[in-house]
């Protein structure tokens, strides 16, 4: 693609999400009620009816704002300009952490983590792959170089420890050994040639034979030819009509693609792929000139302009004070530092200097930081919407905090970018005005503050000299920043060094290195149609695992914007999927994971002075490499009331430590805690659920996800060799989990296997065979989790809400039934 078609596109997103905005902005500030009365002329509708109404309106914005943010994504991945790239990807967070706020508010409607509504996606004509969220790329392509060095520092850390081998020796042979390995080739390699030459002697003497014959059959030529066309014509036609009918079933998905076609395709996107690495290396290199020139120009003003600047900054302020002198008889009370210092001065009406050229930087940057701190959605915790009364209060959503930054990153892109004219730029390098326009804000706030610092030391003299005693106007800031100040934790460990910490962890196997898998390979597709909300689709469930814990961990903007999850809790039976999710999720964000299962902490750190030194070393080290997953697996196991004796590890020893653990992950931290449990109702449920914000039950997979998986995985493991019927697999797998699903293909097809498809196609009796002697998920063990669910908050809350529209239903019904009753009497 060209950089115009890029550039066009990035126009259209801006469009769209300029005009979204002015209607996302609309509804924010109008009350439910009068959303709901622009929506339908019946202004006295049940609370069902309002419910659907304020749900359907959320979730369009949360499907428009994804299509967009997928486009803006694709823009940002491909864009060479250096400057447009950072308004690219501004407004792509804001967008990004929008999205997920409308999928918190959406939580709070349905009461459930998965919400549908086919009819919003029917009249947006969107398909379900058009409403899958994607992950950005740049998560990972900004942190390559930092990702491989700690993944080559762990590397030398496991060789040194003699749990890796740098360089595997290969087992040598003795002499004798390779003399007959020698000789064997040898042997083979003329029998080979003998039979060669022995087949062309026999073709020639039967060649001889069959020239004797034919003078004899000189008369019946045309007959022959005539029989001959007659079969070879039935012979192609019959194979264009298997081929048209194998193309209809390689298009519709019913067949796996050949080997030929695969090939083809690979080759087509190693050309793809190989074209996009220019333009990546095209983007470093424009990244690198942007950088080195962003410097330059920064020491070139300060060096130029840098005392006339502090000159002129002081003689305006200094012209400020004796003119408020000159007309109220008092010095002024200059504003403190966190009041935006002498830029505040000159934002007021009527006092605009010619100097203050960062003004609107500076007002937009307090703007973000008011709304920050107004924003009373940070907090992931259900347990506080709990109490939230059921009339209606949950439907008005949440004050956003993403929308300000769209707005801003709007009126920038208005501002210079709508109608540049860029056609004397078609390489798309650097502006350098807009460099020098940028640095040159950014120095003059620079002196400003130093200036401003000078400033109150002289008004101070002359209030002494005057007779008055200077007034601290930042007293009340300071008192009031004490009040909030949380109490500072005690590092244990202040002299040792981030590299030895990390190096302890992985030699104690605390840090480990996890298998690259990526979120697509969690295998299945979003839902179709409405699901219930603990039986979705794994589609759904990518999507969830996107929105509560890749994007807040791979981007800080997003982190710091979207309600705040620090602990998230995986159940589903075994075989599910919950640890490959695991190191998804670390995968796509590069993340640092950290182990604390019972099993795995056995015997480290012992006694109560140990496990201090644990908690601490795992924060201190998960906060200094961020982002950072902390895992534990059996995550039902401290929480038990009763351990079997034959459990040796202790579970309960992070029993009180691990609540706290999670509360000390602060707000700016980008730390997720993350467990795994398959019996999550042996647990206390108090305990547990004051431990985990939010629980996501990943079910037995359906026909639809069975069937993909079973298509997918028999054509990576066959490369294409077999022609079983997918369909009848997935229904005679029923009931088992894709874990069990793939530890069947790896069990049947070995290497030696593998080499025998061509010869031995594959039968489903192999398969069936091995799948047999694995564990289903059985009725019962489904209906625990289901019972469990609705033990949950969120799952109390949704029966709550349930029974409530059951009374409901059921007083209407009494109500017509009286009624009914009334006219026949009449």
């Known amino acids: 693609m060209s950089n115009n078609y890029y550039n066009d596109l990035w126009h259209l997103s801006q469009h769209e999400i300029e005009l979204l905005a002015i209607e996302d902005f609309e509804r924010q500030n109008q009350e439910v ?27 369009e914005f949360y499907l428009k704002y994804i299509c967009i943010a997928n486009r803006l994504e694709e823009v940002h991945d491909k864009m060479i300009q250096p400057q447009k790239r950072q308004l690219i990807r501004n407004i792509l967070n804001a967008c990004l952490g929008r999205i997920v706020e409308l999928k918190h508010d ?18 947006l004509k969107l398909t379900p792959i058009e409403t899958e969220l994607k992950i950005p790329r740049y998560f990972l392509r900004d942190r390559r170089a930092e990702i491989e060095h700690r993944n080559k520092t762990m590397h030398e850390i496991l060789v040194k420890l003699g749990w890796v081998e740098e360089n595997p020796v290969r087992e040598k042979i003795t002499e004798i050994e390779a003399i007959r390995l020698i000789q064997m080739h040898e042997r083979a390699r003329q029998g080979r040639l003998r039979a060669h030459f ?28 005539l029989k001959i066309q007659k079969i070879w014509r039935g012979h192609t036609d019959r194979r264009k009509t298997r081929r048209r009918k194998l193309d209809e079933m ?130 992931g915790d259900l347990n506080v919407n709990e109490n939230q009364d059921e009339d209606g209060n949950g439907l008005q959503p949440a004050q956003s905090v993403c929308l300000p930054d769209i707005r801003i990153e709007i009126e920038r892109f208005n501002e210079i970018w709508r109608e540049k004219d860029e056609t004397g730029n078609l390489l798309q390098h650097q502006y350098d005005d807009m460099i020098y326009a940028e640095k040159y804000d950014e120095v003059e706030k620079e002196f400003r503050r130093v200036v401003d610092d000078v400033m109150r030391q002289e008004l101070e003299l002359l209030q002494t000299a005057i007779g008055k005693k200077a007034k601290k106007n930042n007293k009340k800031a300071r008192r009031s920043g004490k009040k909030n100040k949380k109490k500072k934790e005690k590092d244990l460990t202040p002299d040792r060094t981030t590299e030895s910490l990390y190096e302890e962890l992985v030699t104690n196997g605390i840090i480990r290195k996890y298998p690259e898998i990526r979120l697509s390979h969690f295998l299945g597709d979003k839902a179709l149609t409405t699901r219930s909300g603990i039986n979705p689709s794994p589609g759904d469930i990518r999507q969830l695992l996107i929105e509560y814990c890749i994007l807040p961990l791979g981007s800080e903007q997003i982190h710091n914007t979207c309600p705040l999850i620090r602990s998230v809790l995986f159940t589903g039976p075994k075989g599910s999927g919950k640890k490959a999710l695991l190191h998804a999720i670390c995968t796509e964000v590069g993340a640092v994971l950290f182990d604390l299962t ?25 906060r200094l490499l961020q982002p950072a997953v902390i895992f534990m697996d059996d995550a039902e196991k401290p929480f038990m009331k009763k351990i079997p004796k034959t459990d040796r590890t202790d579970p309960k020893r992070l029993k009180k430590d691990l609540p706290k653990l999670i509360r000390n992950i602060a707000p700016e931290d980008r730390v997720l805690f993350i467990g795994t449990s398959s019996l999550p109702w042996e647990a206390d449920q108090k305990l547990l659920q004051q431990t985990y914000n939010r629980f996501i039950y990943i079910p037995r997979p359906d026909y639809g996800a069975l069937s993909h998986a079973w298509k997918t995985l028999l054509c990576e493991y066959s490369g294409g060799l077999s022609n079983l019927d997918c369909s009848v697999m997935a229904k005679i797998s029923d009931g088992y989990t894709i874990g069990s699903v793939n530890a069947t293909l790896k069990e049947v097809l070995t290497c030696k296997r593998k080499l025998q498809l061509r010869s031995q196609p594959l039968t489903h009796a192999e398969l069936i065979n091995v799948l047999c002697t694995r564990d289903p998920v059985y009725r019962e063990e489904e209906e625990a989790f289901e019972s469990w669910w609705t033990k949950t908050p969120l799952g109390r809350r949704r029966q709550k809400l349930l029974e409530m529209e059951e009374e409901a239903r059921l007083e209407e019904q009494a109500q017509a039934a009286k009624q009914g009753n009334g006219k026949k009497k009449v």
Not at 36 to 59: G, P
């Open 106 to 123: 959406l939580v709070n409607i349905d009461l459930m983590e998965f919400s549908y509504n086919d009819g919003v996606v029917e009249r």
């Open 250 to 379: 390689i298009l519709i998905g019913m067949l796996p693609p050949p080997a030929t076609v695969v090939k083809a395709r690979a080759e087509k996107a190693n050309a793809l792929n190989q074209i996009y690495e220019r333009r990546y290396a095209t983007q470093d290199a424009f990244k690198q000139k942007f950088e080195a020139t962003l410097e330059l120009v920064r020491e070139e003003i300060r060096t130029k302009h840098g005392a006339n600047m502090t000159e002129d900054i002081a003689d305006e302020i200094r012209a400020w004070i004796k003119d408020y002198y000159d007309k109220t008889g008092k010095l002024p009370d200059f504003p403190s530092e966190d009041q935006g210092g002498s830029l505040h001065i000159f934002s007021r009406p009527g006092t605009e200097s010619e100097m203050s050229r960062s003004s609107a930087r500076s007002s937009k940057e307090s703007r973000k930081t008011k709304d920050k701190s107004k924003s009373p959605a940070r907090s």
């Open 598 to 622: 019972p099993a795995n902490i056995v015997g480290k750190y012992p006694g109560k002075s140990g496990l201090i030194m644990l908690i601490h070393l795992v924060l201190k080290v998960s």
């Open 33 to 59: 009620d009068t959303t709901i009365a622009t929506q339908t002329s019946d202004l006295t509708c049940d609370e069902a009816t309002r419910k659907a109404l304020v749900q359907a309106s959320t979730y």
């Open 198 to 225: 022995m087949k062309e002697i026999r073709m020639l003497k039967e060649k001889g034979k069959c020239e004797e014959k034919d003078k004899d059959r000189n008369d019946s030529g045309l007959v022959a030819a």
